[in-house]
T-cell receptor
Framework: DADVTQTPRNRITKTGKRIMLECSQTKGHDRMYWYRQDPGLGLRLIYYSFDVKDINKGEISDGYSVSRQAQAKFSLSLESAIPNQTALYFC????????????FGSGTRLTVV | AQTVTQSQPEMSVQEAETVTLSCTYDTSESDYYLFWYKQPPSRQMILVIRQEAYKQQNATENRFSVNFQKAAKSFSLKISDSQLGDAAMYFCAYRRNTSGTYKYIFGTGTRLKVLA
């Protein structure tokens, strides 16, 4: 099994719909992140969480919300999806005691029509 | 604010040849980490190599090596003996080495094509 699992892998949704992207990890890391990837823009941070009770906004949090249900689970919600939220979404984890970089999930490609 | 710039949107290399991908960054910090990530068509982000700013020696991982020029704030990736499996998007990333630091700053990526 993958260390960081994202579901669904692909999703098409309609404008105005609520959608949730899920992320679970087996790394035992406290820190979890949601990034968005757009062509020509790289990866941008949406939200991050240092533990279950510590959730913080990233640079592009508008239109998104998150829930840290447990140390291993971190979900991203789009309350009312809009077309410019069409992107590739990545969940990642990190261990603050190490500098080995992030461990990424395999991404969720979201299309809002 | 820190920034990471990858000025080459796309590069091509012949199989078995060497290619260098460029990355520059801007920071006022002296202690930080730099990373190269590979994103093949499978979309998975894979850590290729990392460099601690306090280390003068350039990091190497098999066919991958970096040229880290701290004063010039440059962090290029050299891929030797390129293989078809190296074809991917490559992202340069920066992270401060500060307690509680969370944020990685990514460049916009360089798409590498490997020609048979």
């Amino acid at each position: 099994d993958a260390d960081v699992t994202q579901t669904p892998r692909n999703r098409i949704t309609k404008t105005g719909k609520r959608i949730m992207l899920e992320c679970s990890q087996t790394k035992g890391h406290d820190r979890m992140y949601w990034y968005r990837q757009d062509p020509g823009l790289g990866l941008r941070l949406i939200y991050y969480s240092f533990d279950v009770k510590d959730i913080n906004k990233g640079e592009i949090s508008d239109g998104y919300s998150v829930s840290r249900q447990a140390q291993a689970k971190f979900s991203l919600s789009l309350e009312s999806a809009i077309p410019n939220q069409t992107a590739l979404y990545f969940c990642a984890t990190s261990d603050p005691g190490r500098t080995y970089g992030y461990t990424f999930g395999s991404g969720t490609r979201l299309t809002v029509v | 604010a820190q920034t990471v710039t990858q000025s080459q949107p796309e590069m091509s290399v012949q199989e078995a040849e060497t290619v260098t991908l460029s990355c520059t960054y801007d920071t006022s910090e002296s202690d930080y980490y730099l990373f190269w990530y590979k994103q093949p068509p499978s979309r998975q982000m894979i850590l290729v190599i990392r460099q601690e700013a306090y280390k003068q020696q350039n990091a190497t991982e098999n066919r991958f090596s970096v040229n880290f020029q701290k004063a010039a704030k440059s962090f290029s990736l050299k891929i030797s003996d390129s293989q078809l499996g190296d074809a991917a998007m490559y992202f340069c990333a920066y992270r401060r080495n500060t307690s509680g630091t969370y944020k990685y700053i990514f460049g916009t990526g360089t798409r590498l094509k490997v020609l048979a």
